[in-house]
T-cell receptor, first 113, second 113 residues
Framework: EAGVAQSPRYKIIEKRQSVAFWCNPI?????LYWYQQILGQGPKLLIQ????????DSQLPKDRFSAERLKGVDSTLKIQPAKLEDSAVYLC???????????FGSGTRLTVV | GQQLNQSPQSMFIQEGEDVSMNCTSS?????WLWYKQDPGEGPVLLIA?????ELTSNGRLTAQFGITRKDSFLNISASIPSDVGIYFC?????????????FGKGTKLSVKP
């Protein structure tokens, strides 16, 4: 079974620029999650999708972050404009309904300078 | 919000030694999970606990779900160099949505050959 695919692996941008991350979940996984992991911390949920609908985006900074999962498969997370404090690893995860088979991707490391 | 307090923050041990780490919360949870994260990778599930008092083993790893449902412990016996990494406890947040995880800040394990 192929894992959760994320790209790019690394990204360096200047503050106030825009950036987008892509995630392709495990085939058949209805639920997709985006987590932010700041250095020295555990991952923190940004947004959760069930198929192509948003289940929980209560911790997503909506003034600058947006995410979509248009066809219920792959997803894109965007930051516009980026701030220095957005420097982190952005992890995508997917699971079957109910949280079973929860699997993380390798993440995208973002550095904002 | 809900927080998980993980200790110790870091450990530096000799190969062959046993390791113990724990995770506590002020809230009651129905699920406790232990993950390991290697550099540049996403967290990988080691052990899942679903019942108060449950003790589960996975090779040299043993984890327990505390009776109060507010804590959990992870033990590693006879550590080896590949045990190096960051260990996270996590619980599953069912409030408002299903399946998203709350993580502790991690315990960084270093093993000296």
């Amino acid at each position: 079974e192929a894992g959760v695919a994320q790209s790019p692996r690394y990204k360096i941008i200047e503050k106030r620029q825009s950036v987008a991350f892509w995630c392709n979940p495990i085939s058949g996984h209805a639920t997709l999650y985006w987590y932010q992991q700041i250095l020295g911390q555990g991952p923190k949920l940004l947004i959760q999708f069930q198929n192509n609908g948003v289940v929980d985006d209560s911790q997503l900074p909506k003034d600058r972050f947006s995410a979509e999962r248009l066809k219920g498969v792959d997803s894109t997370l965007k930051i516009q404009p980026a701030k220095l404090e957005d420097s982190a690893v952005y992890l995508c995860a997917s699971s079957r309904t109910g949280g079973k088979g929860y699997t993380f991707g390798s993440g995208t490391r973002l550095t904002v300078v | 919000g809900q927080q998980l307090n993980q200790s110790p923050q870091s450990m530096f041990i000799q190969e062959g030694e046993d390791v113990s780490m724990n995770c506590t919360s002020s809230s009651i949870f129905n699920t406790w999970l232990w993950y390991k994260q290697d550099p540049g990778e996403g967290p990988v599930l080691l052990i899942a606990l679903y019942k108060a008092g449950e003790l589960t083993s996975n090779g040299r790893l043993t984890a327990q779900f505390g009776i109060t449902r507010k804590d959990s412990f992870l033990n590693i016996s006879a550590s080896i160099p590949s045990d190096v990494g960051i260990y996270f406890c996590a619980t599953m947040n069912y409030g408002g949505s299903q399946g998203n995880l709350i993580f502790g800040k991690g315990t960084k394990l270093s093993v000296k050959p």
